[in-house]
């Protein structure tokens, strides 16, 4: 039976930066939603809404000025837009580096890190370092390090910006696979409409900063979804008229 009980609880979030002239700058006013478990929730916005913020506030990377984050996640990770490998470590020794942070033994980390690799294509790279590899690859790495740890919780950060358009629906189309055999719940930031359509069970859109909700729409659409269909494209309209409204 599904459990009815909110995964993660956002609680009237707010939040202000101290600027250089001592001035406070809204960033984020009020925001409150849930995730369920196991539910794929991207959040999207005008451009430096606090889309970012958010997630950092969720991550427990900054302090809230106001309000609560309450989660049931056991292991949470994160997924960067910059890919944050550590250039001195192979591909093997970045994907196991929060599994020997956590203590896990030398066999059972390294069998866990080659099946990941296996899962984002990635064998035959075990021992190349960050610089020997390609955008699509360095974020395939992030990836696989991500949920080598079996996270129930994952949060990624515009993790497919910096990526070609094939790249990007290539990695789009293995974190799906992946995600359907995990028990993991996916909050992704992104600033791409059709991105958010494709991947999400449902859309959170932002109001330009101080972010505040202007709605949560429900992304129904059959998986894999036809992004050629009047339905996927009703849809993207719709969240793209919202951020574009003033």
Same mark, same amino acid.
Request: with cysteine; hydrophobic share 45%.
């Given at each position: /039976?599904? =459990?009815?009980?909110?995964?993660?609880? @956002? %609680?009237?979030?707010?939040?202000?930066?101290?600027?250089?002239?001592?001035?406070?700058?809204?960033?984020?006013?009020?925001?409150?939603?849930?995730?369920?478990?196991?539910?794929?929730?991207?959040?999207?916005?005008?451009?430096?809404?606090?889309?970012?913020?958010?997630?950092?506030?969720?991550?427990?990377?900054? &302090?809230?000025?106001?309000?609560?984050?309450?989660?049931?996640?056991? &292991?949470?990770?994160?997924?960067?837009?910059?890919?944050?490998?550590?250039?001195?470590?192979?591909?093997?020794?970045?994907?196991?580096?929060?599994?020997?942070?956590?203590?896990?033994? &030398?066999?059972?980390?390294? %069998?866990?890190?080659?099946?990941?690799?296996? #899962? @984002?294509?990635?064998?035959?790279?075990?021992?190349?370092?960050?610089?020997?590899?390609?955008?699509?690859?360095?974020?395939?790495?992030? @990836?696989?390090?991500?949920?080598?740890?079996?996270?129930?919780?994952?949060? /990624?950060?515009?993790?497919?910006?910096?990526?070609?358009?094939?790249?990007?629906?290539?990695?789009?189309?293995?974190?799906? %696979?992946?995600?359907?055999?995990?028990?993991?719940? +996916?909050? /992704?930031?992104?600033?791409?409409?059709? #991105?958010?359509?494709?991947?999400?069970?449902?859309? +959170?859109?932002?109001?330009?900063?101080?972010?505040?909700?202007?709605? #949560? +729409?429900?992304?129904?659409?059959?998986?894999?979804?036809?992004?050629?269909?009047?339905?996927?494209?009703?849809?993207? %309209?719709?969240?793209? #008229?919202? +951020?574009?409204? =003033?």
């Amino acid at each position: /039976m599904e =459990n009815k009980k909110p995964f993660v609880i @956002v %609680d009237h979030i707010s939040h202000r930066f101290l600027l250089e002239d001592g001035a406070l700058l809204p960033a984020i006013d009020k925001v409150s939603f849930t995730i369920k478990e196991r539910e794929f929730v991207s959040l999207i916005g005008p451009s430096g809404c606090g889309k970012s913020t958010l997630l950092k506030i969720i991550a427990g990377l900054l &302090k809230p000025e106001h309000g609560l984050i309450q989660s049931r996640a056991q &292991k949470m990770t994160m997924i960067f837009q910059n890919f944050a490998l550590f250039p001195w470590l192979t591909v093997l020794g970045n994907i196991e580096f929060g599994l020997k942070m956590a203590g896990v033994s &030398k066999k059972e980390r390294q %069998d866990r890190a080659r099946a990941k690799i296996k #899962e @984002v294509d990635l064998i035959g790279f075990e021992d190349k370092y960050p610089l020997a590899l390609s955008g699509g690859m360095k974020q395939r790495v992030g @990836v696989a390090r991500a949920l080598a740890v079996e996270p129930d919780l994952l949060l /990624m950060d515009e993790p497919f910006s910096s990526l070609d358009a094939i790249t990007a629906e290539e990695l789009r189309s293995d974190l799906l %696979d992946i995600w359907s055999k995990n028990p993991t719940t +996916i909050m /992704m930031v992104t600033h791409l409409v059709e #991105e958010a359509v494709e991947v999400s069970d449902r859309v +959170i859109v932002f109001s330009p900063r101080p972010t505040t909700i202007k709605k #949560e +729409i429900a992304v129904k659409l059959p998986r894999p979804r036809d992004k050629r269909s009047p339905e996927y494209y009703a849809l993207v %309209d719709e969240i793209t #008229e919202l +951020i574009n409204k =003033n």
